[in-house]
Antibody
Framework: EVQLVETGGGLVQPGGSLRLSCAASGFTFSNYNMNWVRQAPGKGLEWVSY????????HYTDSVKGRFTISRDNAQNSLFLQMNSLRDEDTAVYYC????????WGQGTLVTVSS | QSVLTQPPSASGTPGQRVTISCSGS????????VYWYQQLPGTAPKLLIY???ERPSGVPDRFSGSKSGTSASLAISGLRSDDEADYYC????????????FGTGTKVTV
């Protein structure tokens, strides 16, 4: 069974940093592209970032470019999102999802940016 | 700021058919596959339709997807109370060096 478990969320002050992790199991992680998607409280889904299986191709939504960095460790079956210079508007549940089109999703981790 | 437009809400009675539209452009729906996701209250989204009209295993055939030009639709037939959820369309967009765009979301009430 495919399983994705996000960790690393929490409360952080504006301008601070957080590193999210996504532990993958039940499939050959190194064969799959991966994405991060977020959902602000009471709002819709917003794609954040994409990384190809070999990390050769990476994309970001405009609002996080220069602040967020996606990466992966195929040996550890893990996906990461380093978030710097956090803003109030980054407050959201962050989901990792499998595949270029999000075939399977984790349960999400809540990031709250507030002073 | 979603580039795929959906109606904010749709409703029906049990057994009815409901259709949700998703309007995009030539750089997303017009040139790439459309995906649909279901998000039940308080849960993570789940893939419902991929590649315009394919269903993952386990998704009932009451759910169907279609696409024409720069628009797509999700149809739910034989509406059930547990279909009450938020539904999102999505597609890759070829503009601005690539991005995956979601629709604005539609709340279905049964």
């Amino acid at each position: 069974e495919v399983q994705l478990v996000e960790t690393g969320g929490g409360l952080v002050q504006p301008g601070g940093s957080l590193r999210l992790s996504c532990a993958a199991s039940g499939f050959t992680f190194s064969n799959y592209n991966m994405n991060w998607v977020r959902q602000a409280p009471g709002k819709g889904l917003e794609w954040v970032s994409y990384i190809s299986s070999s990390s050769s191709t990476i994309h970001y939504t405009d609002s996080v470019k220069g602040r967020f960095t996606i990466s992966r460790d195929n040996a550890q079956n893990s996906l990461f999102l380093q978030m710097n210079s956090l803003r109030d508007e980054d407050t959201a549940v962050y989901y990792c999802c499998q595949g270029g089109s999000c075939d399977t999703w984790g349960q999400g981790t809540l990031v709250t940016v507030s002073s | 700021q979603s580039v795929l437009t959906q109606p904010p809400s749709a409703s029906g009675t049990p057994g009815q058919r409901v259709t949700i539209s998703c309007s995009g452009s030539s750089s997303n729906i017009g040139s790439n596959y459309v995906y649909w996701y279901q998000q039940l209250p308080g849960t993570a989204p789940k893939l419902l339709i991929y590649r315009d009209n394919e269903r993952p295993s386990g998704v009932p055939d009451r759910f169907s997807g279609s696409k024409s030009g720069t628009s797509a639709s999700l149809a739910i037939s034989g509406l059930r109370s547990d279909d009450e959820a938020d539904y999102y369309c999505a597609a890759w967009d070829d503009s601005l060096s690539g991005r995956f765009v979601f629709g604005t979301g539609t709340k279905v009430t049964v």
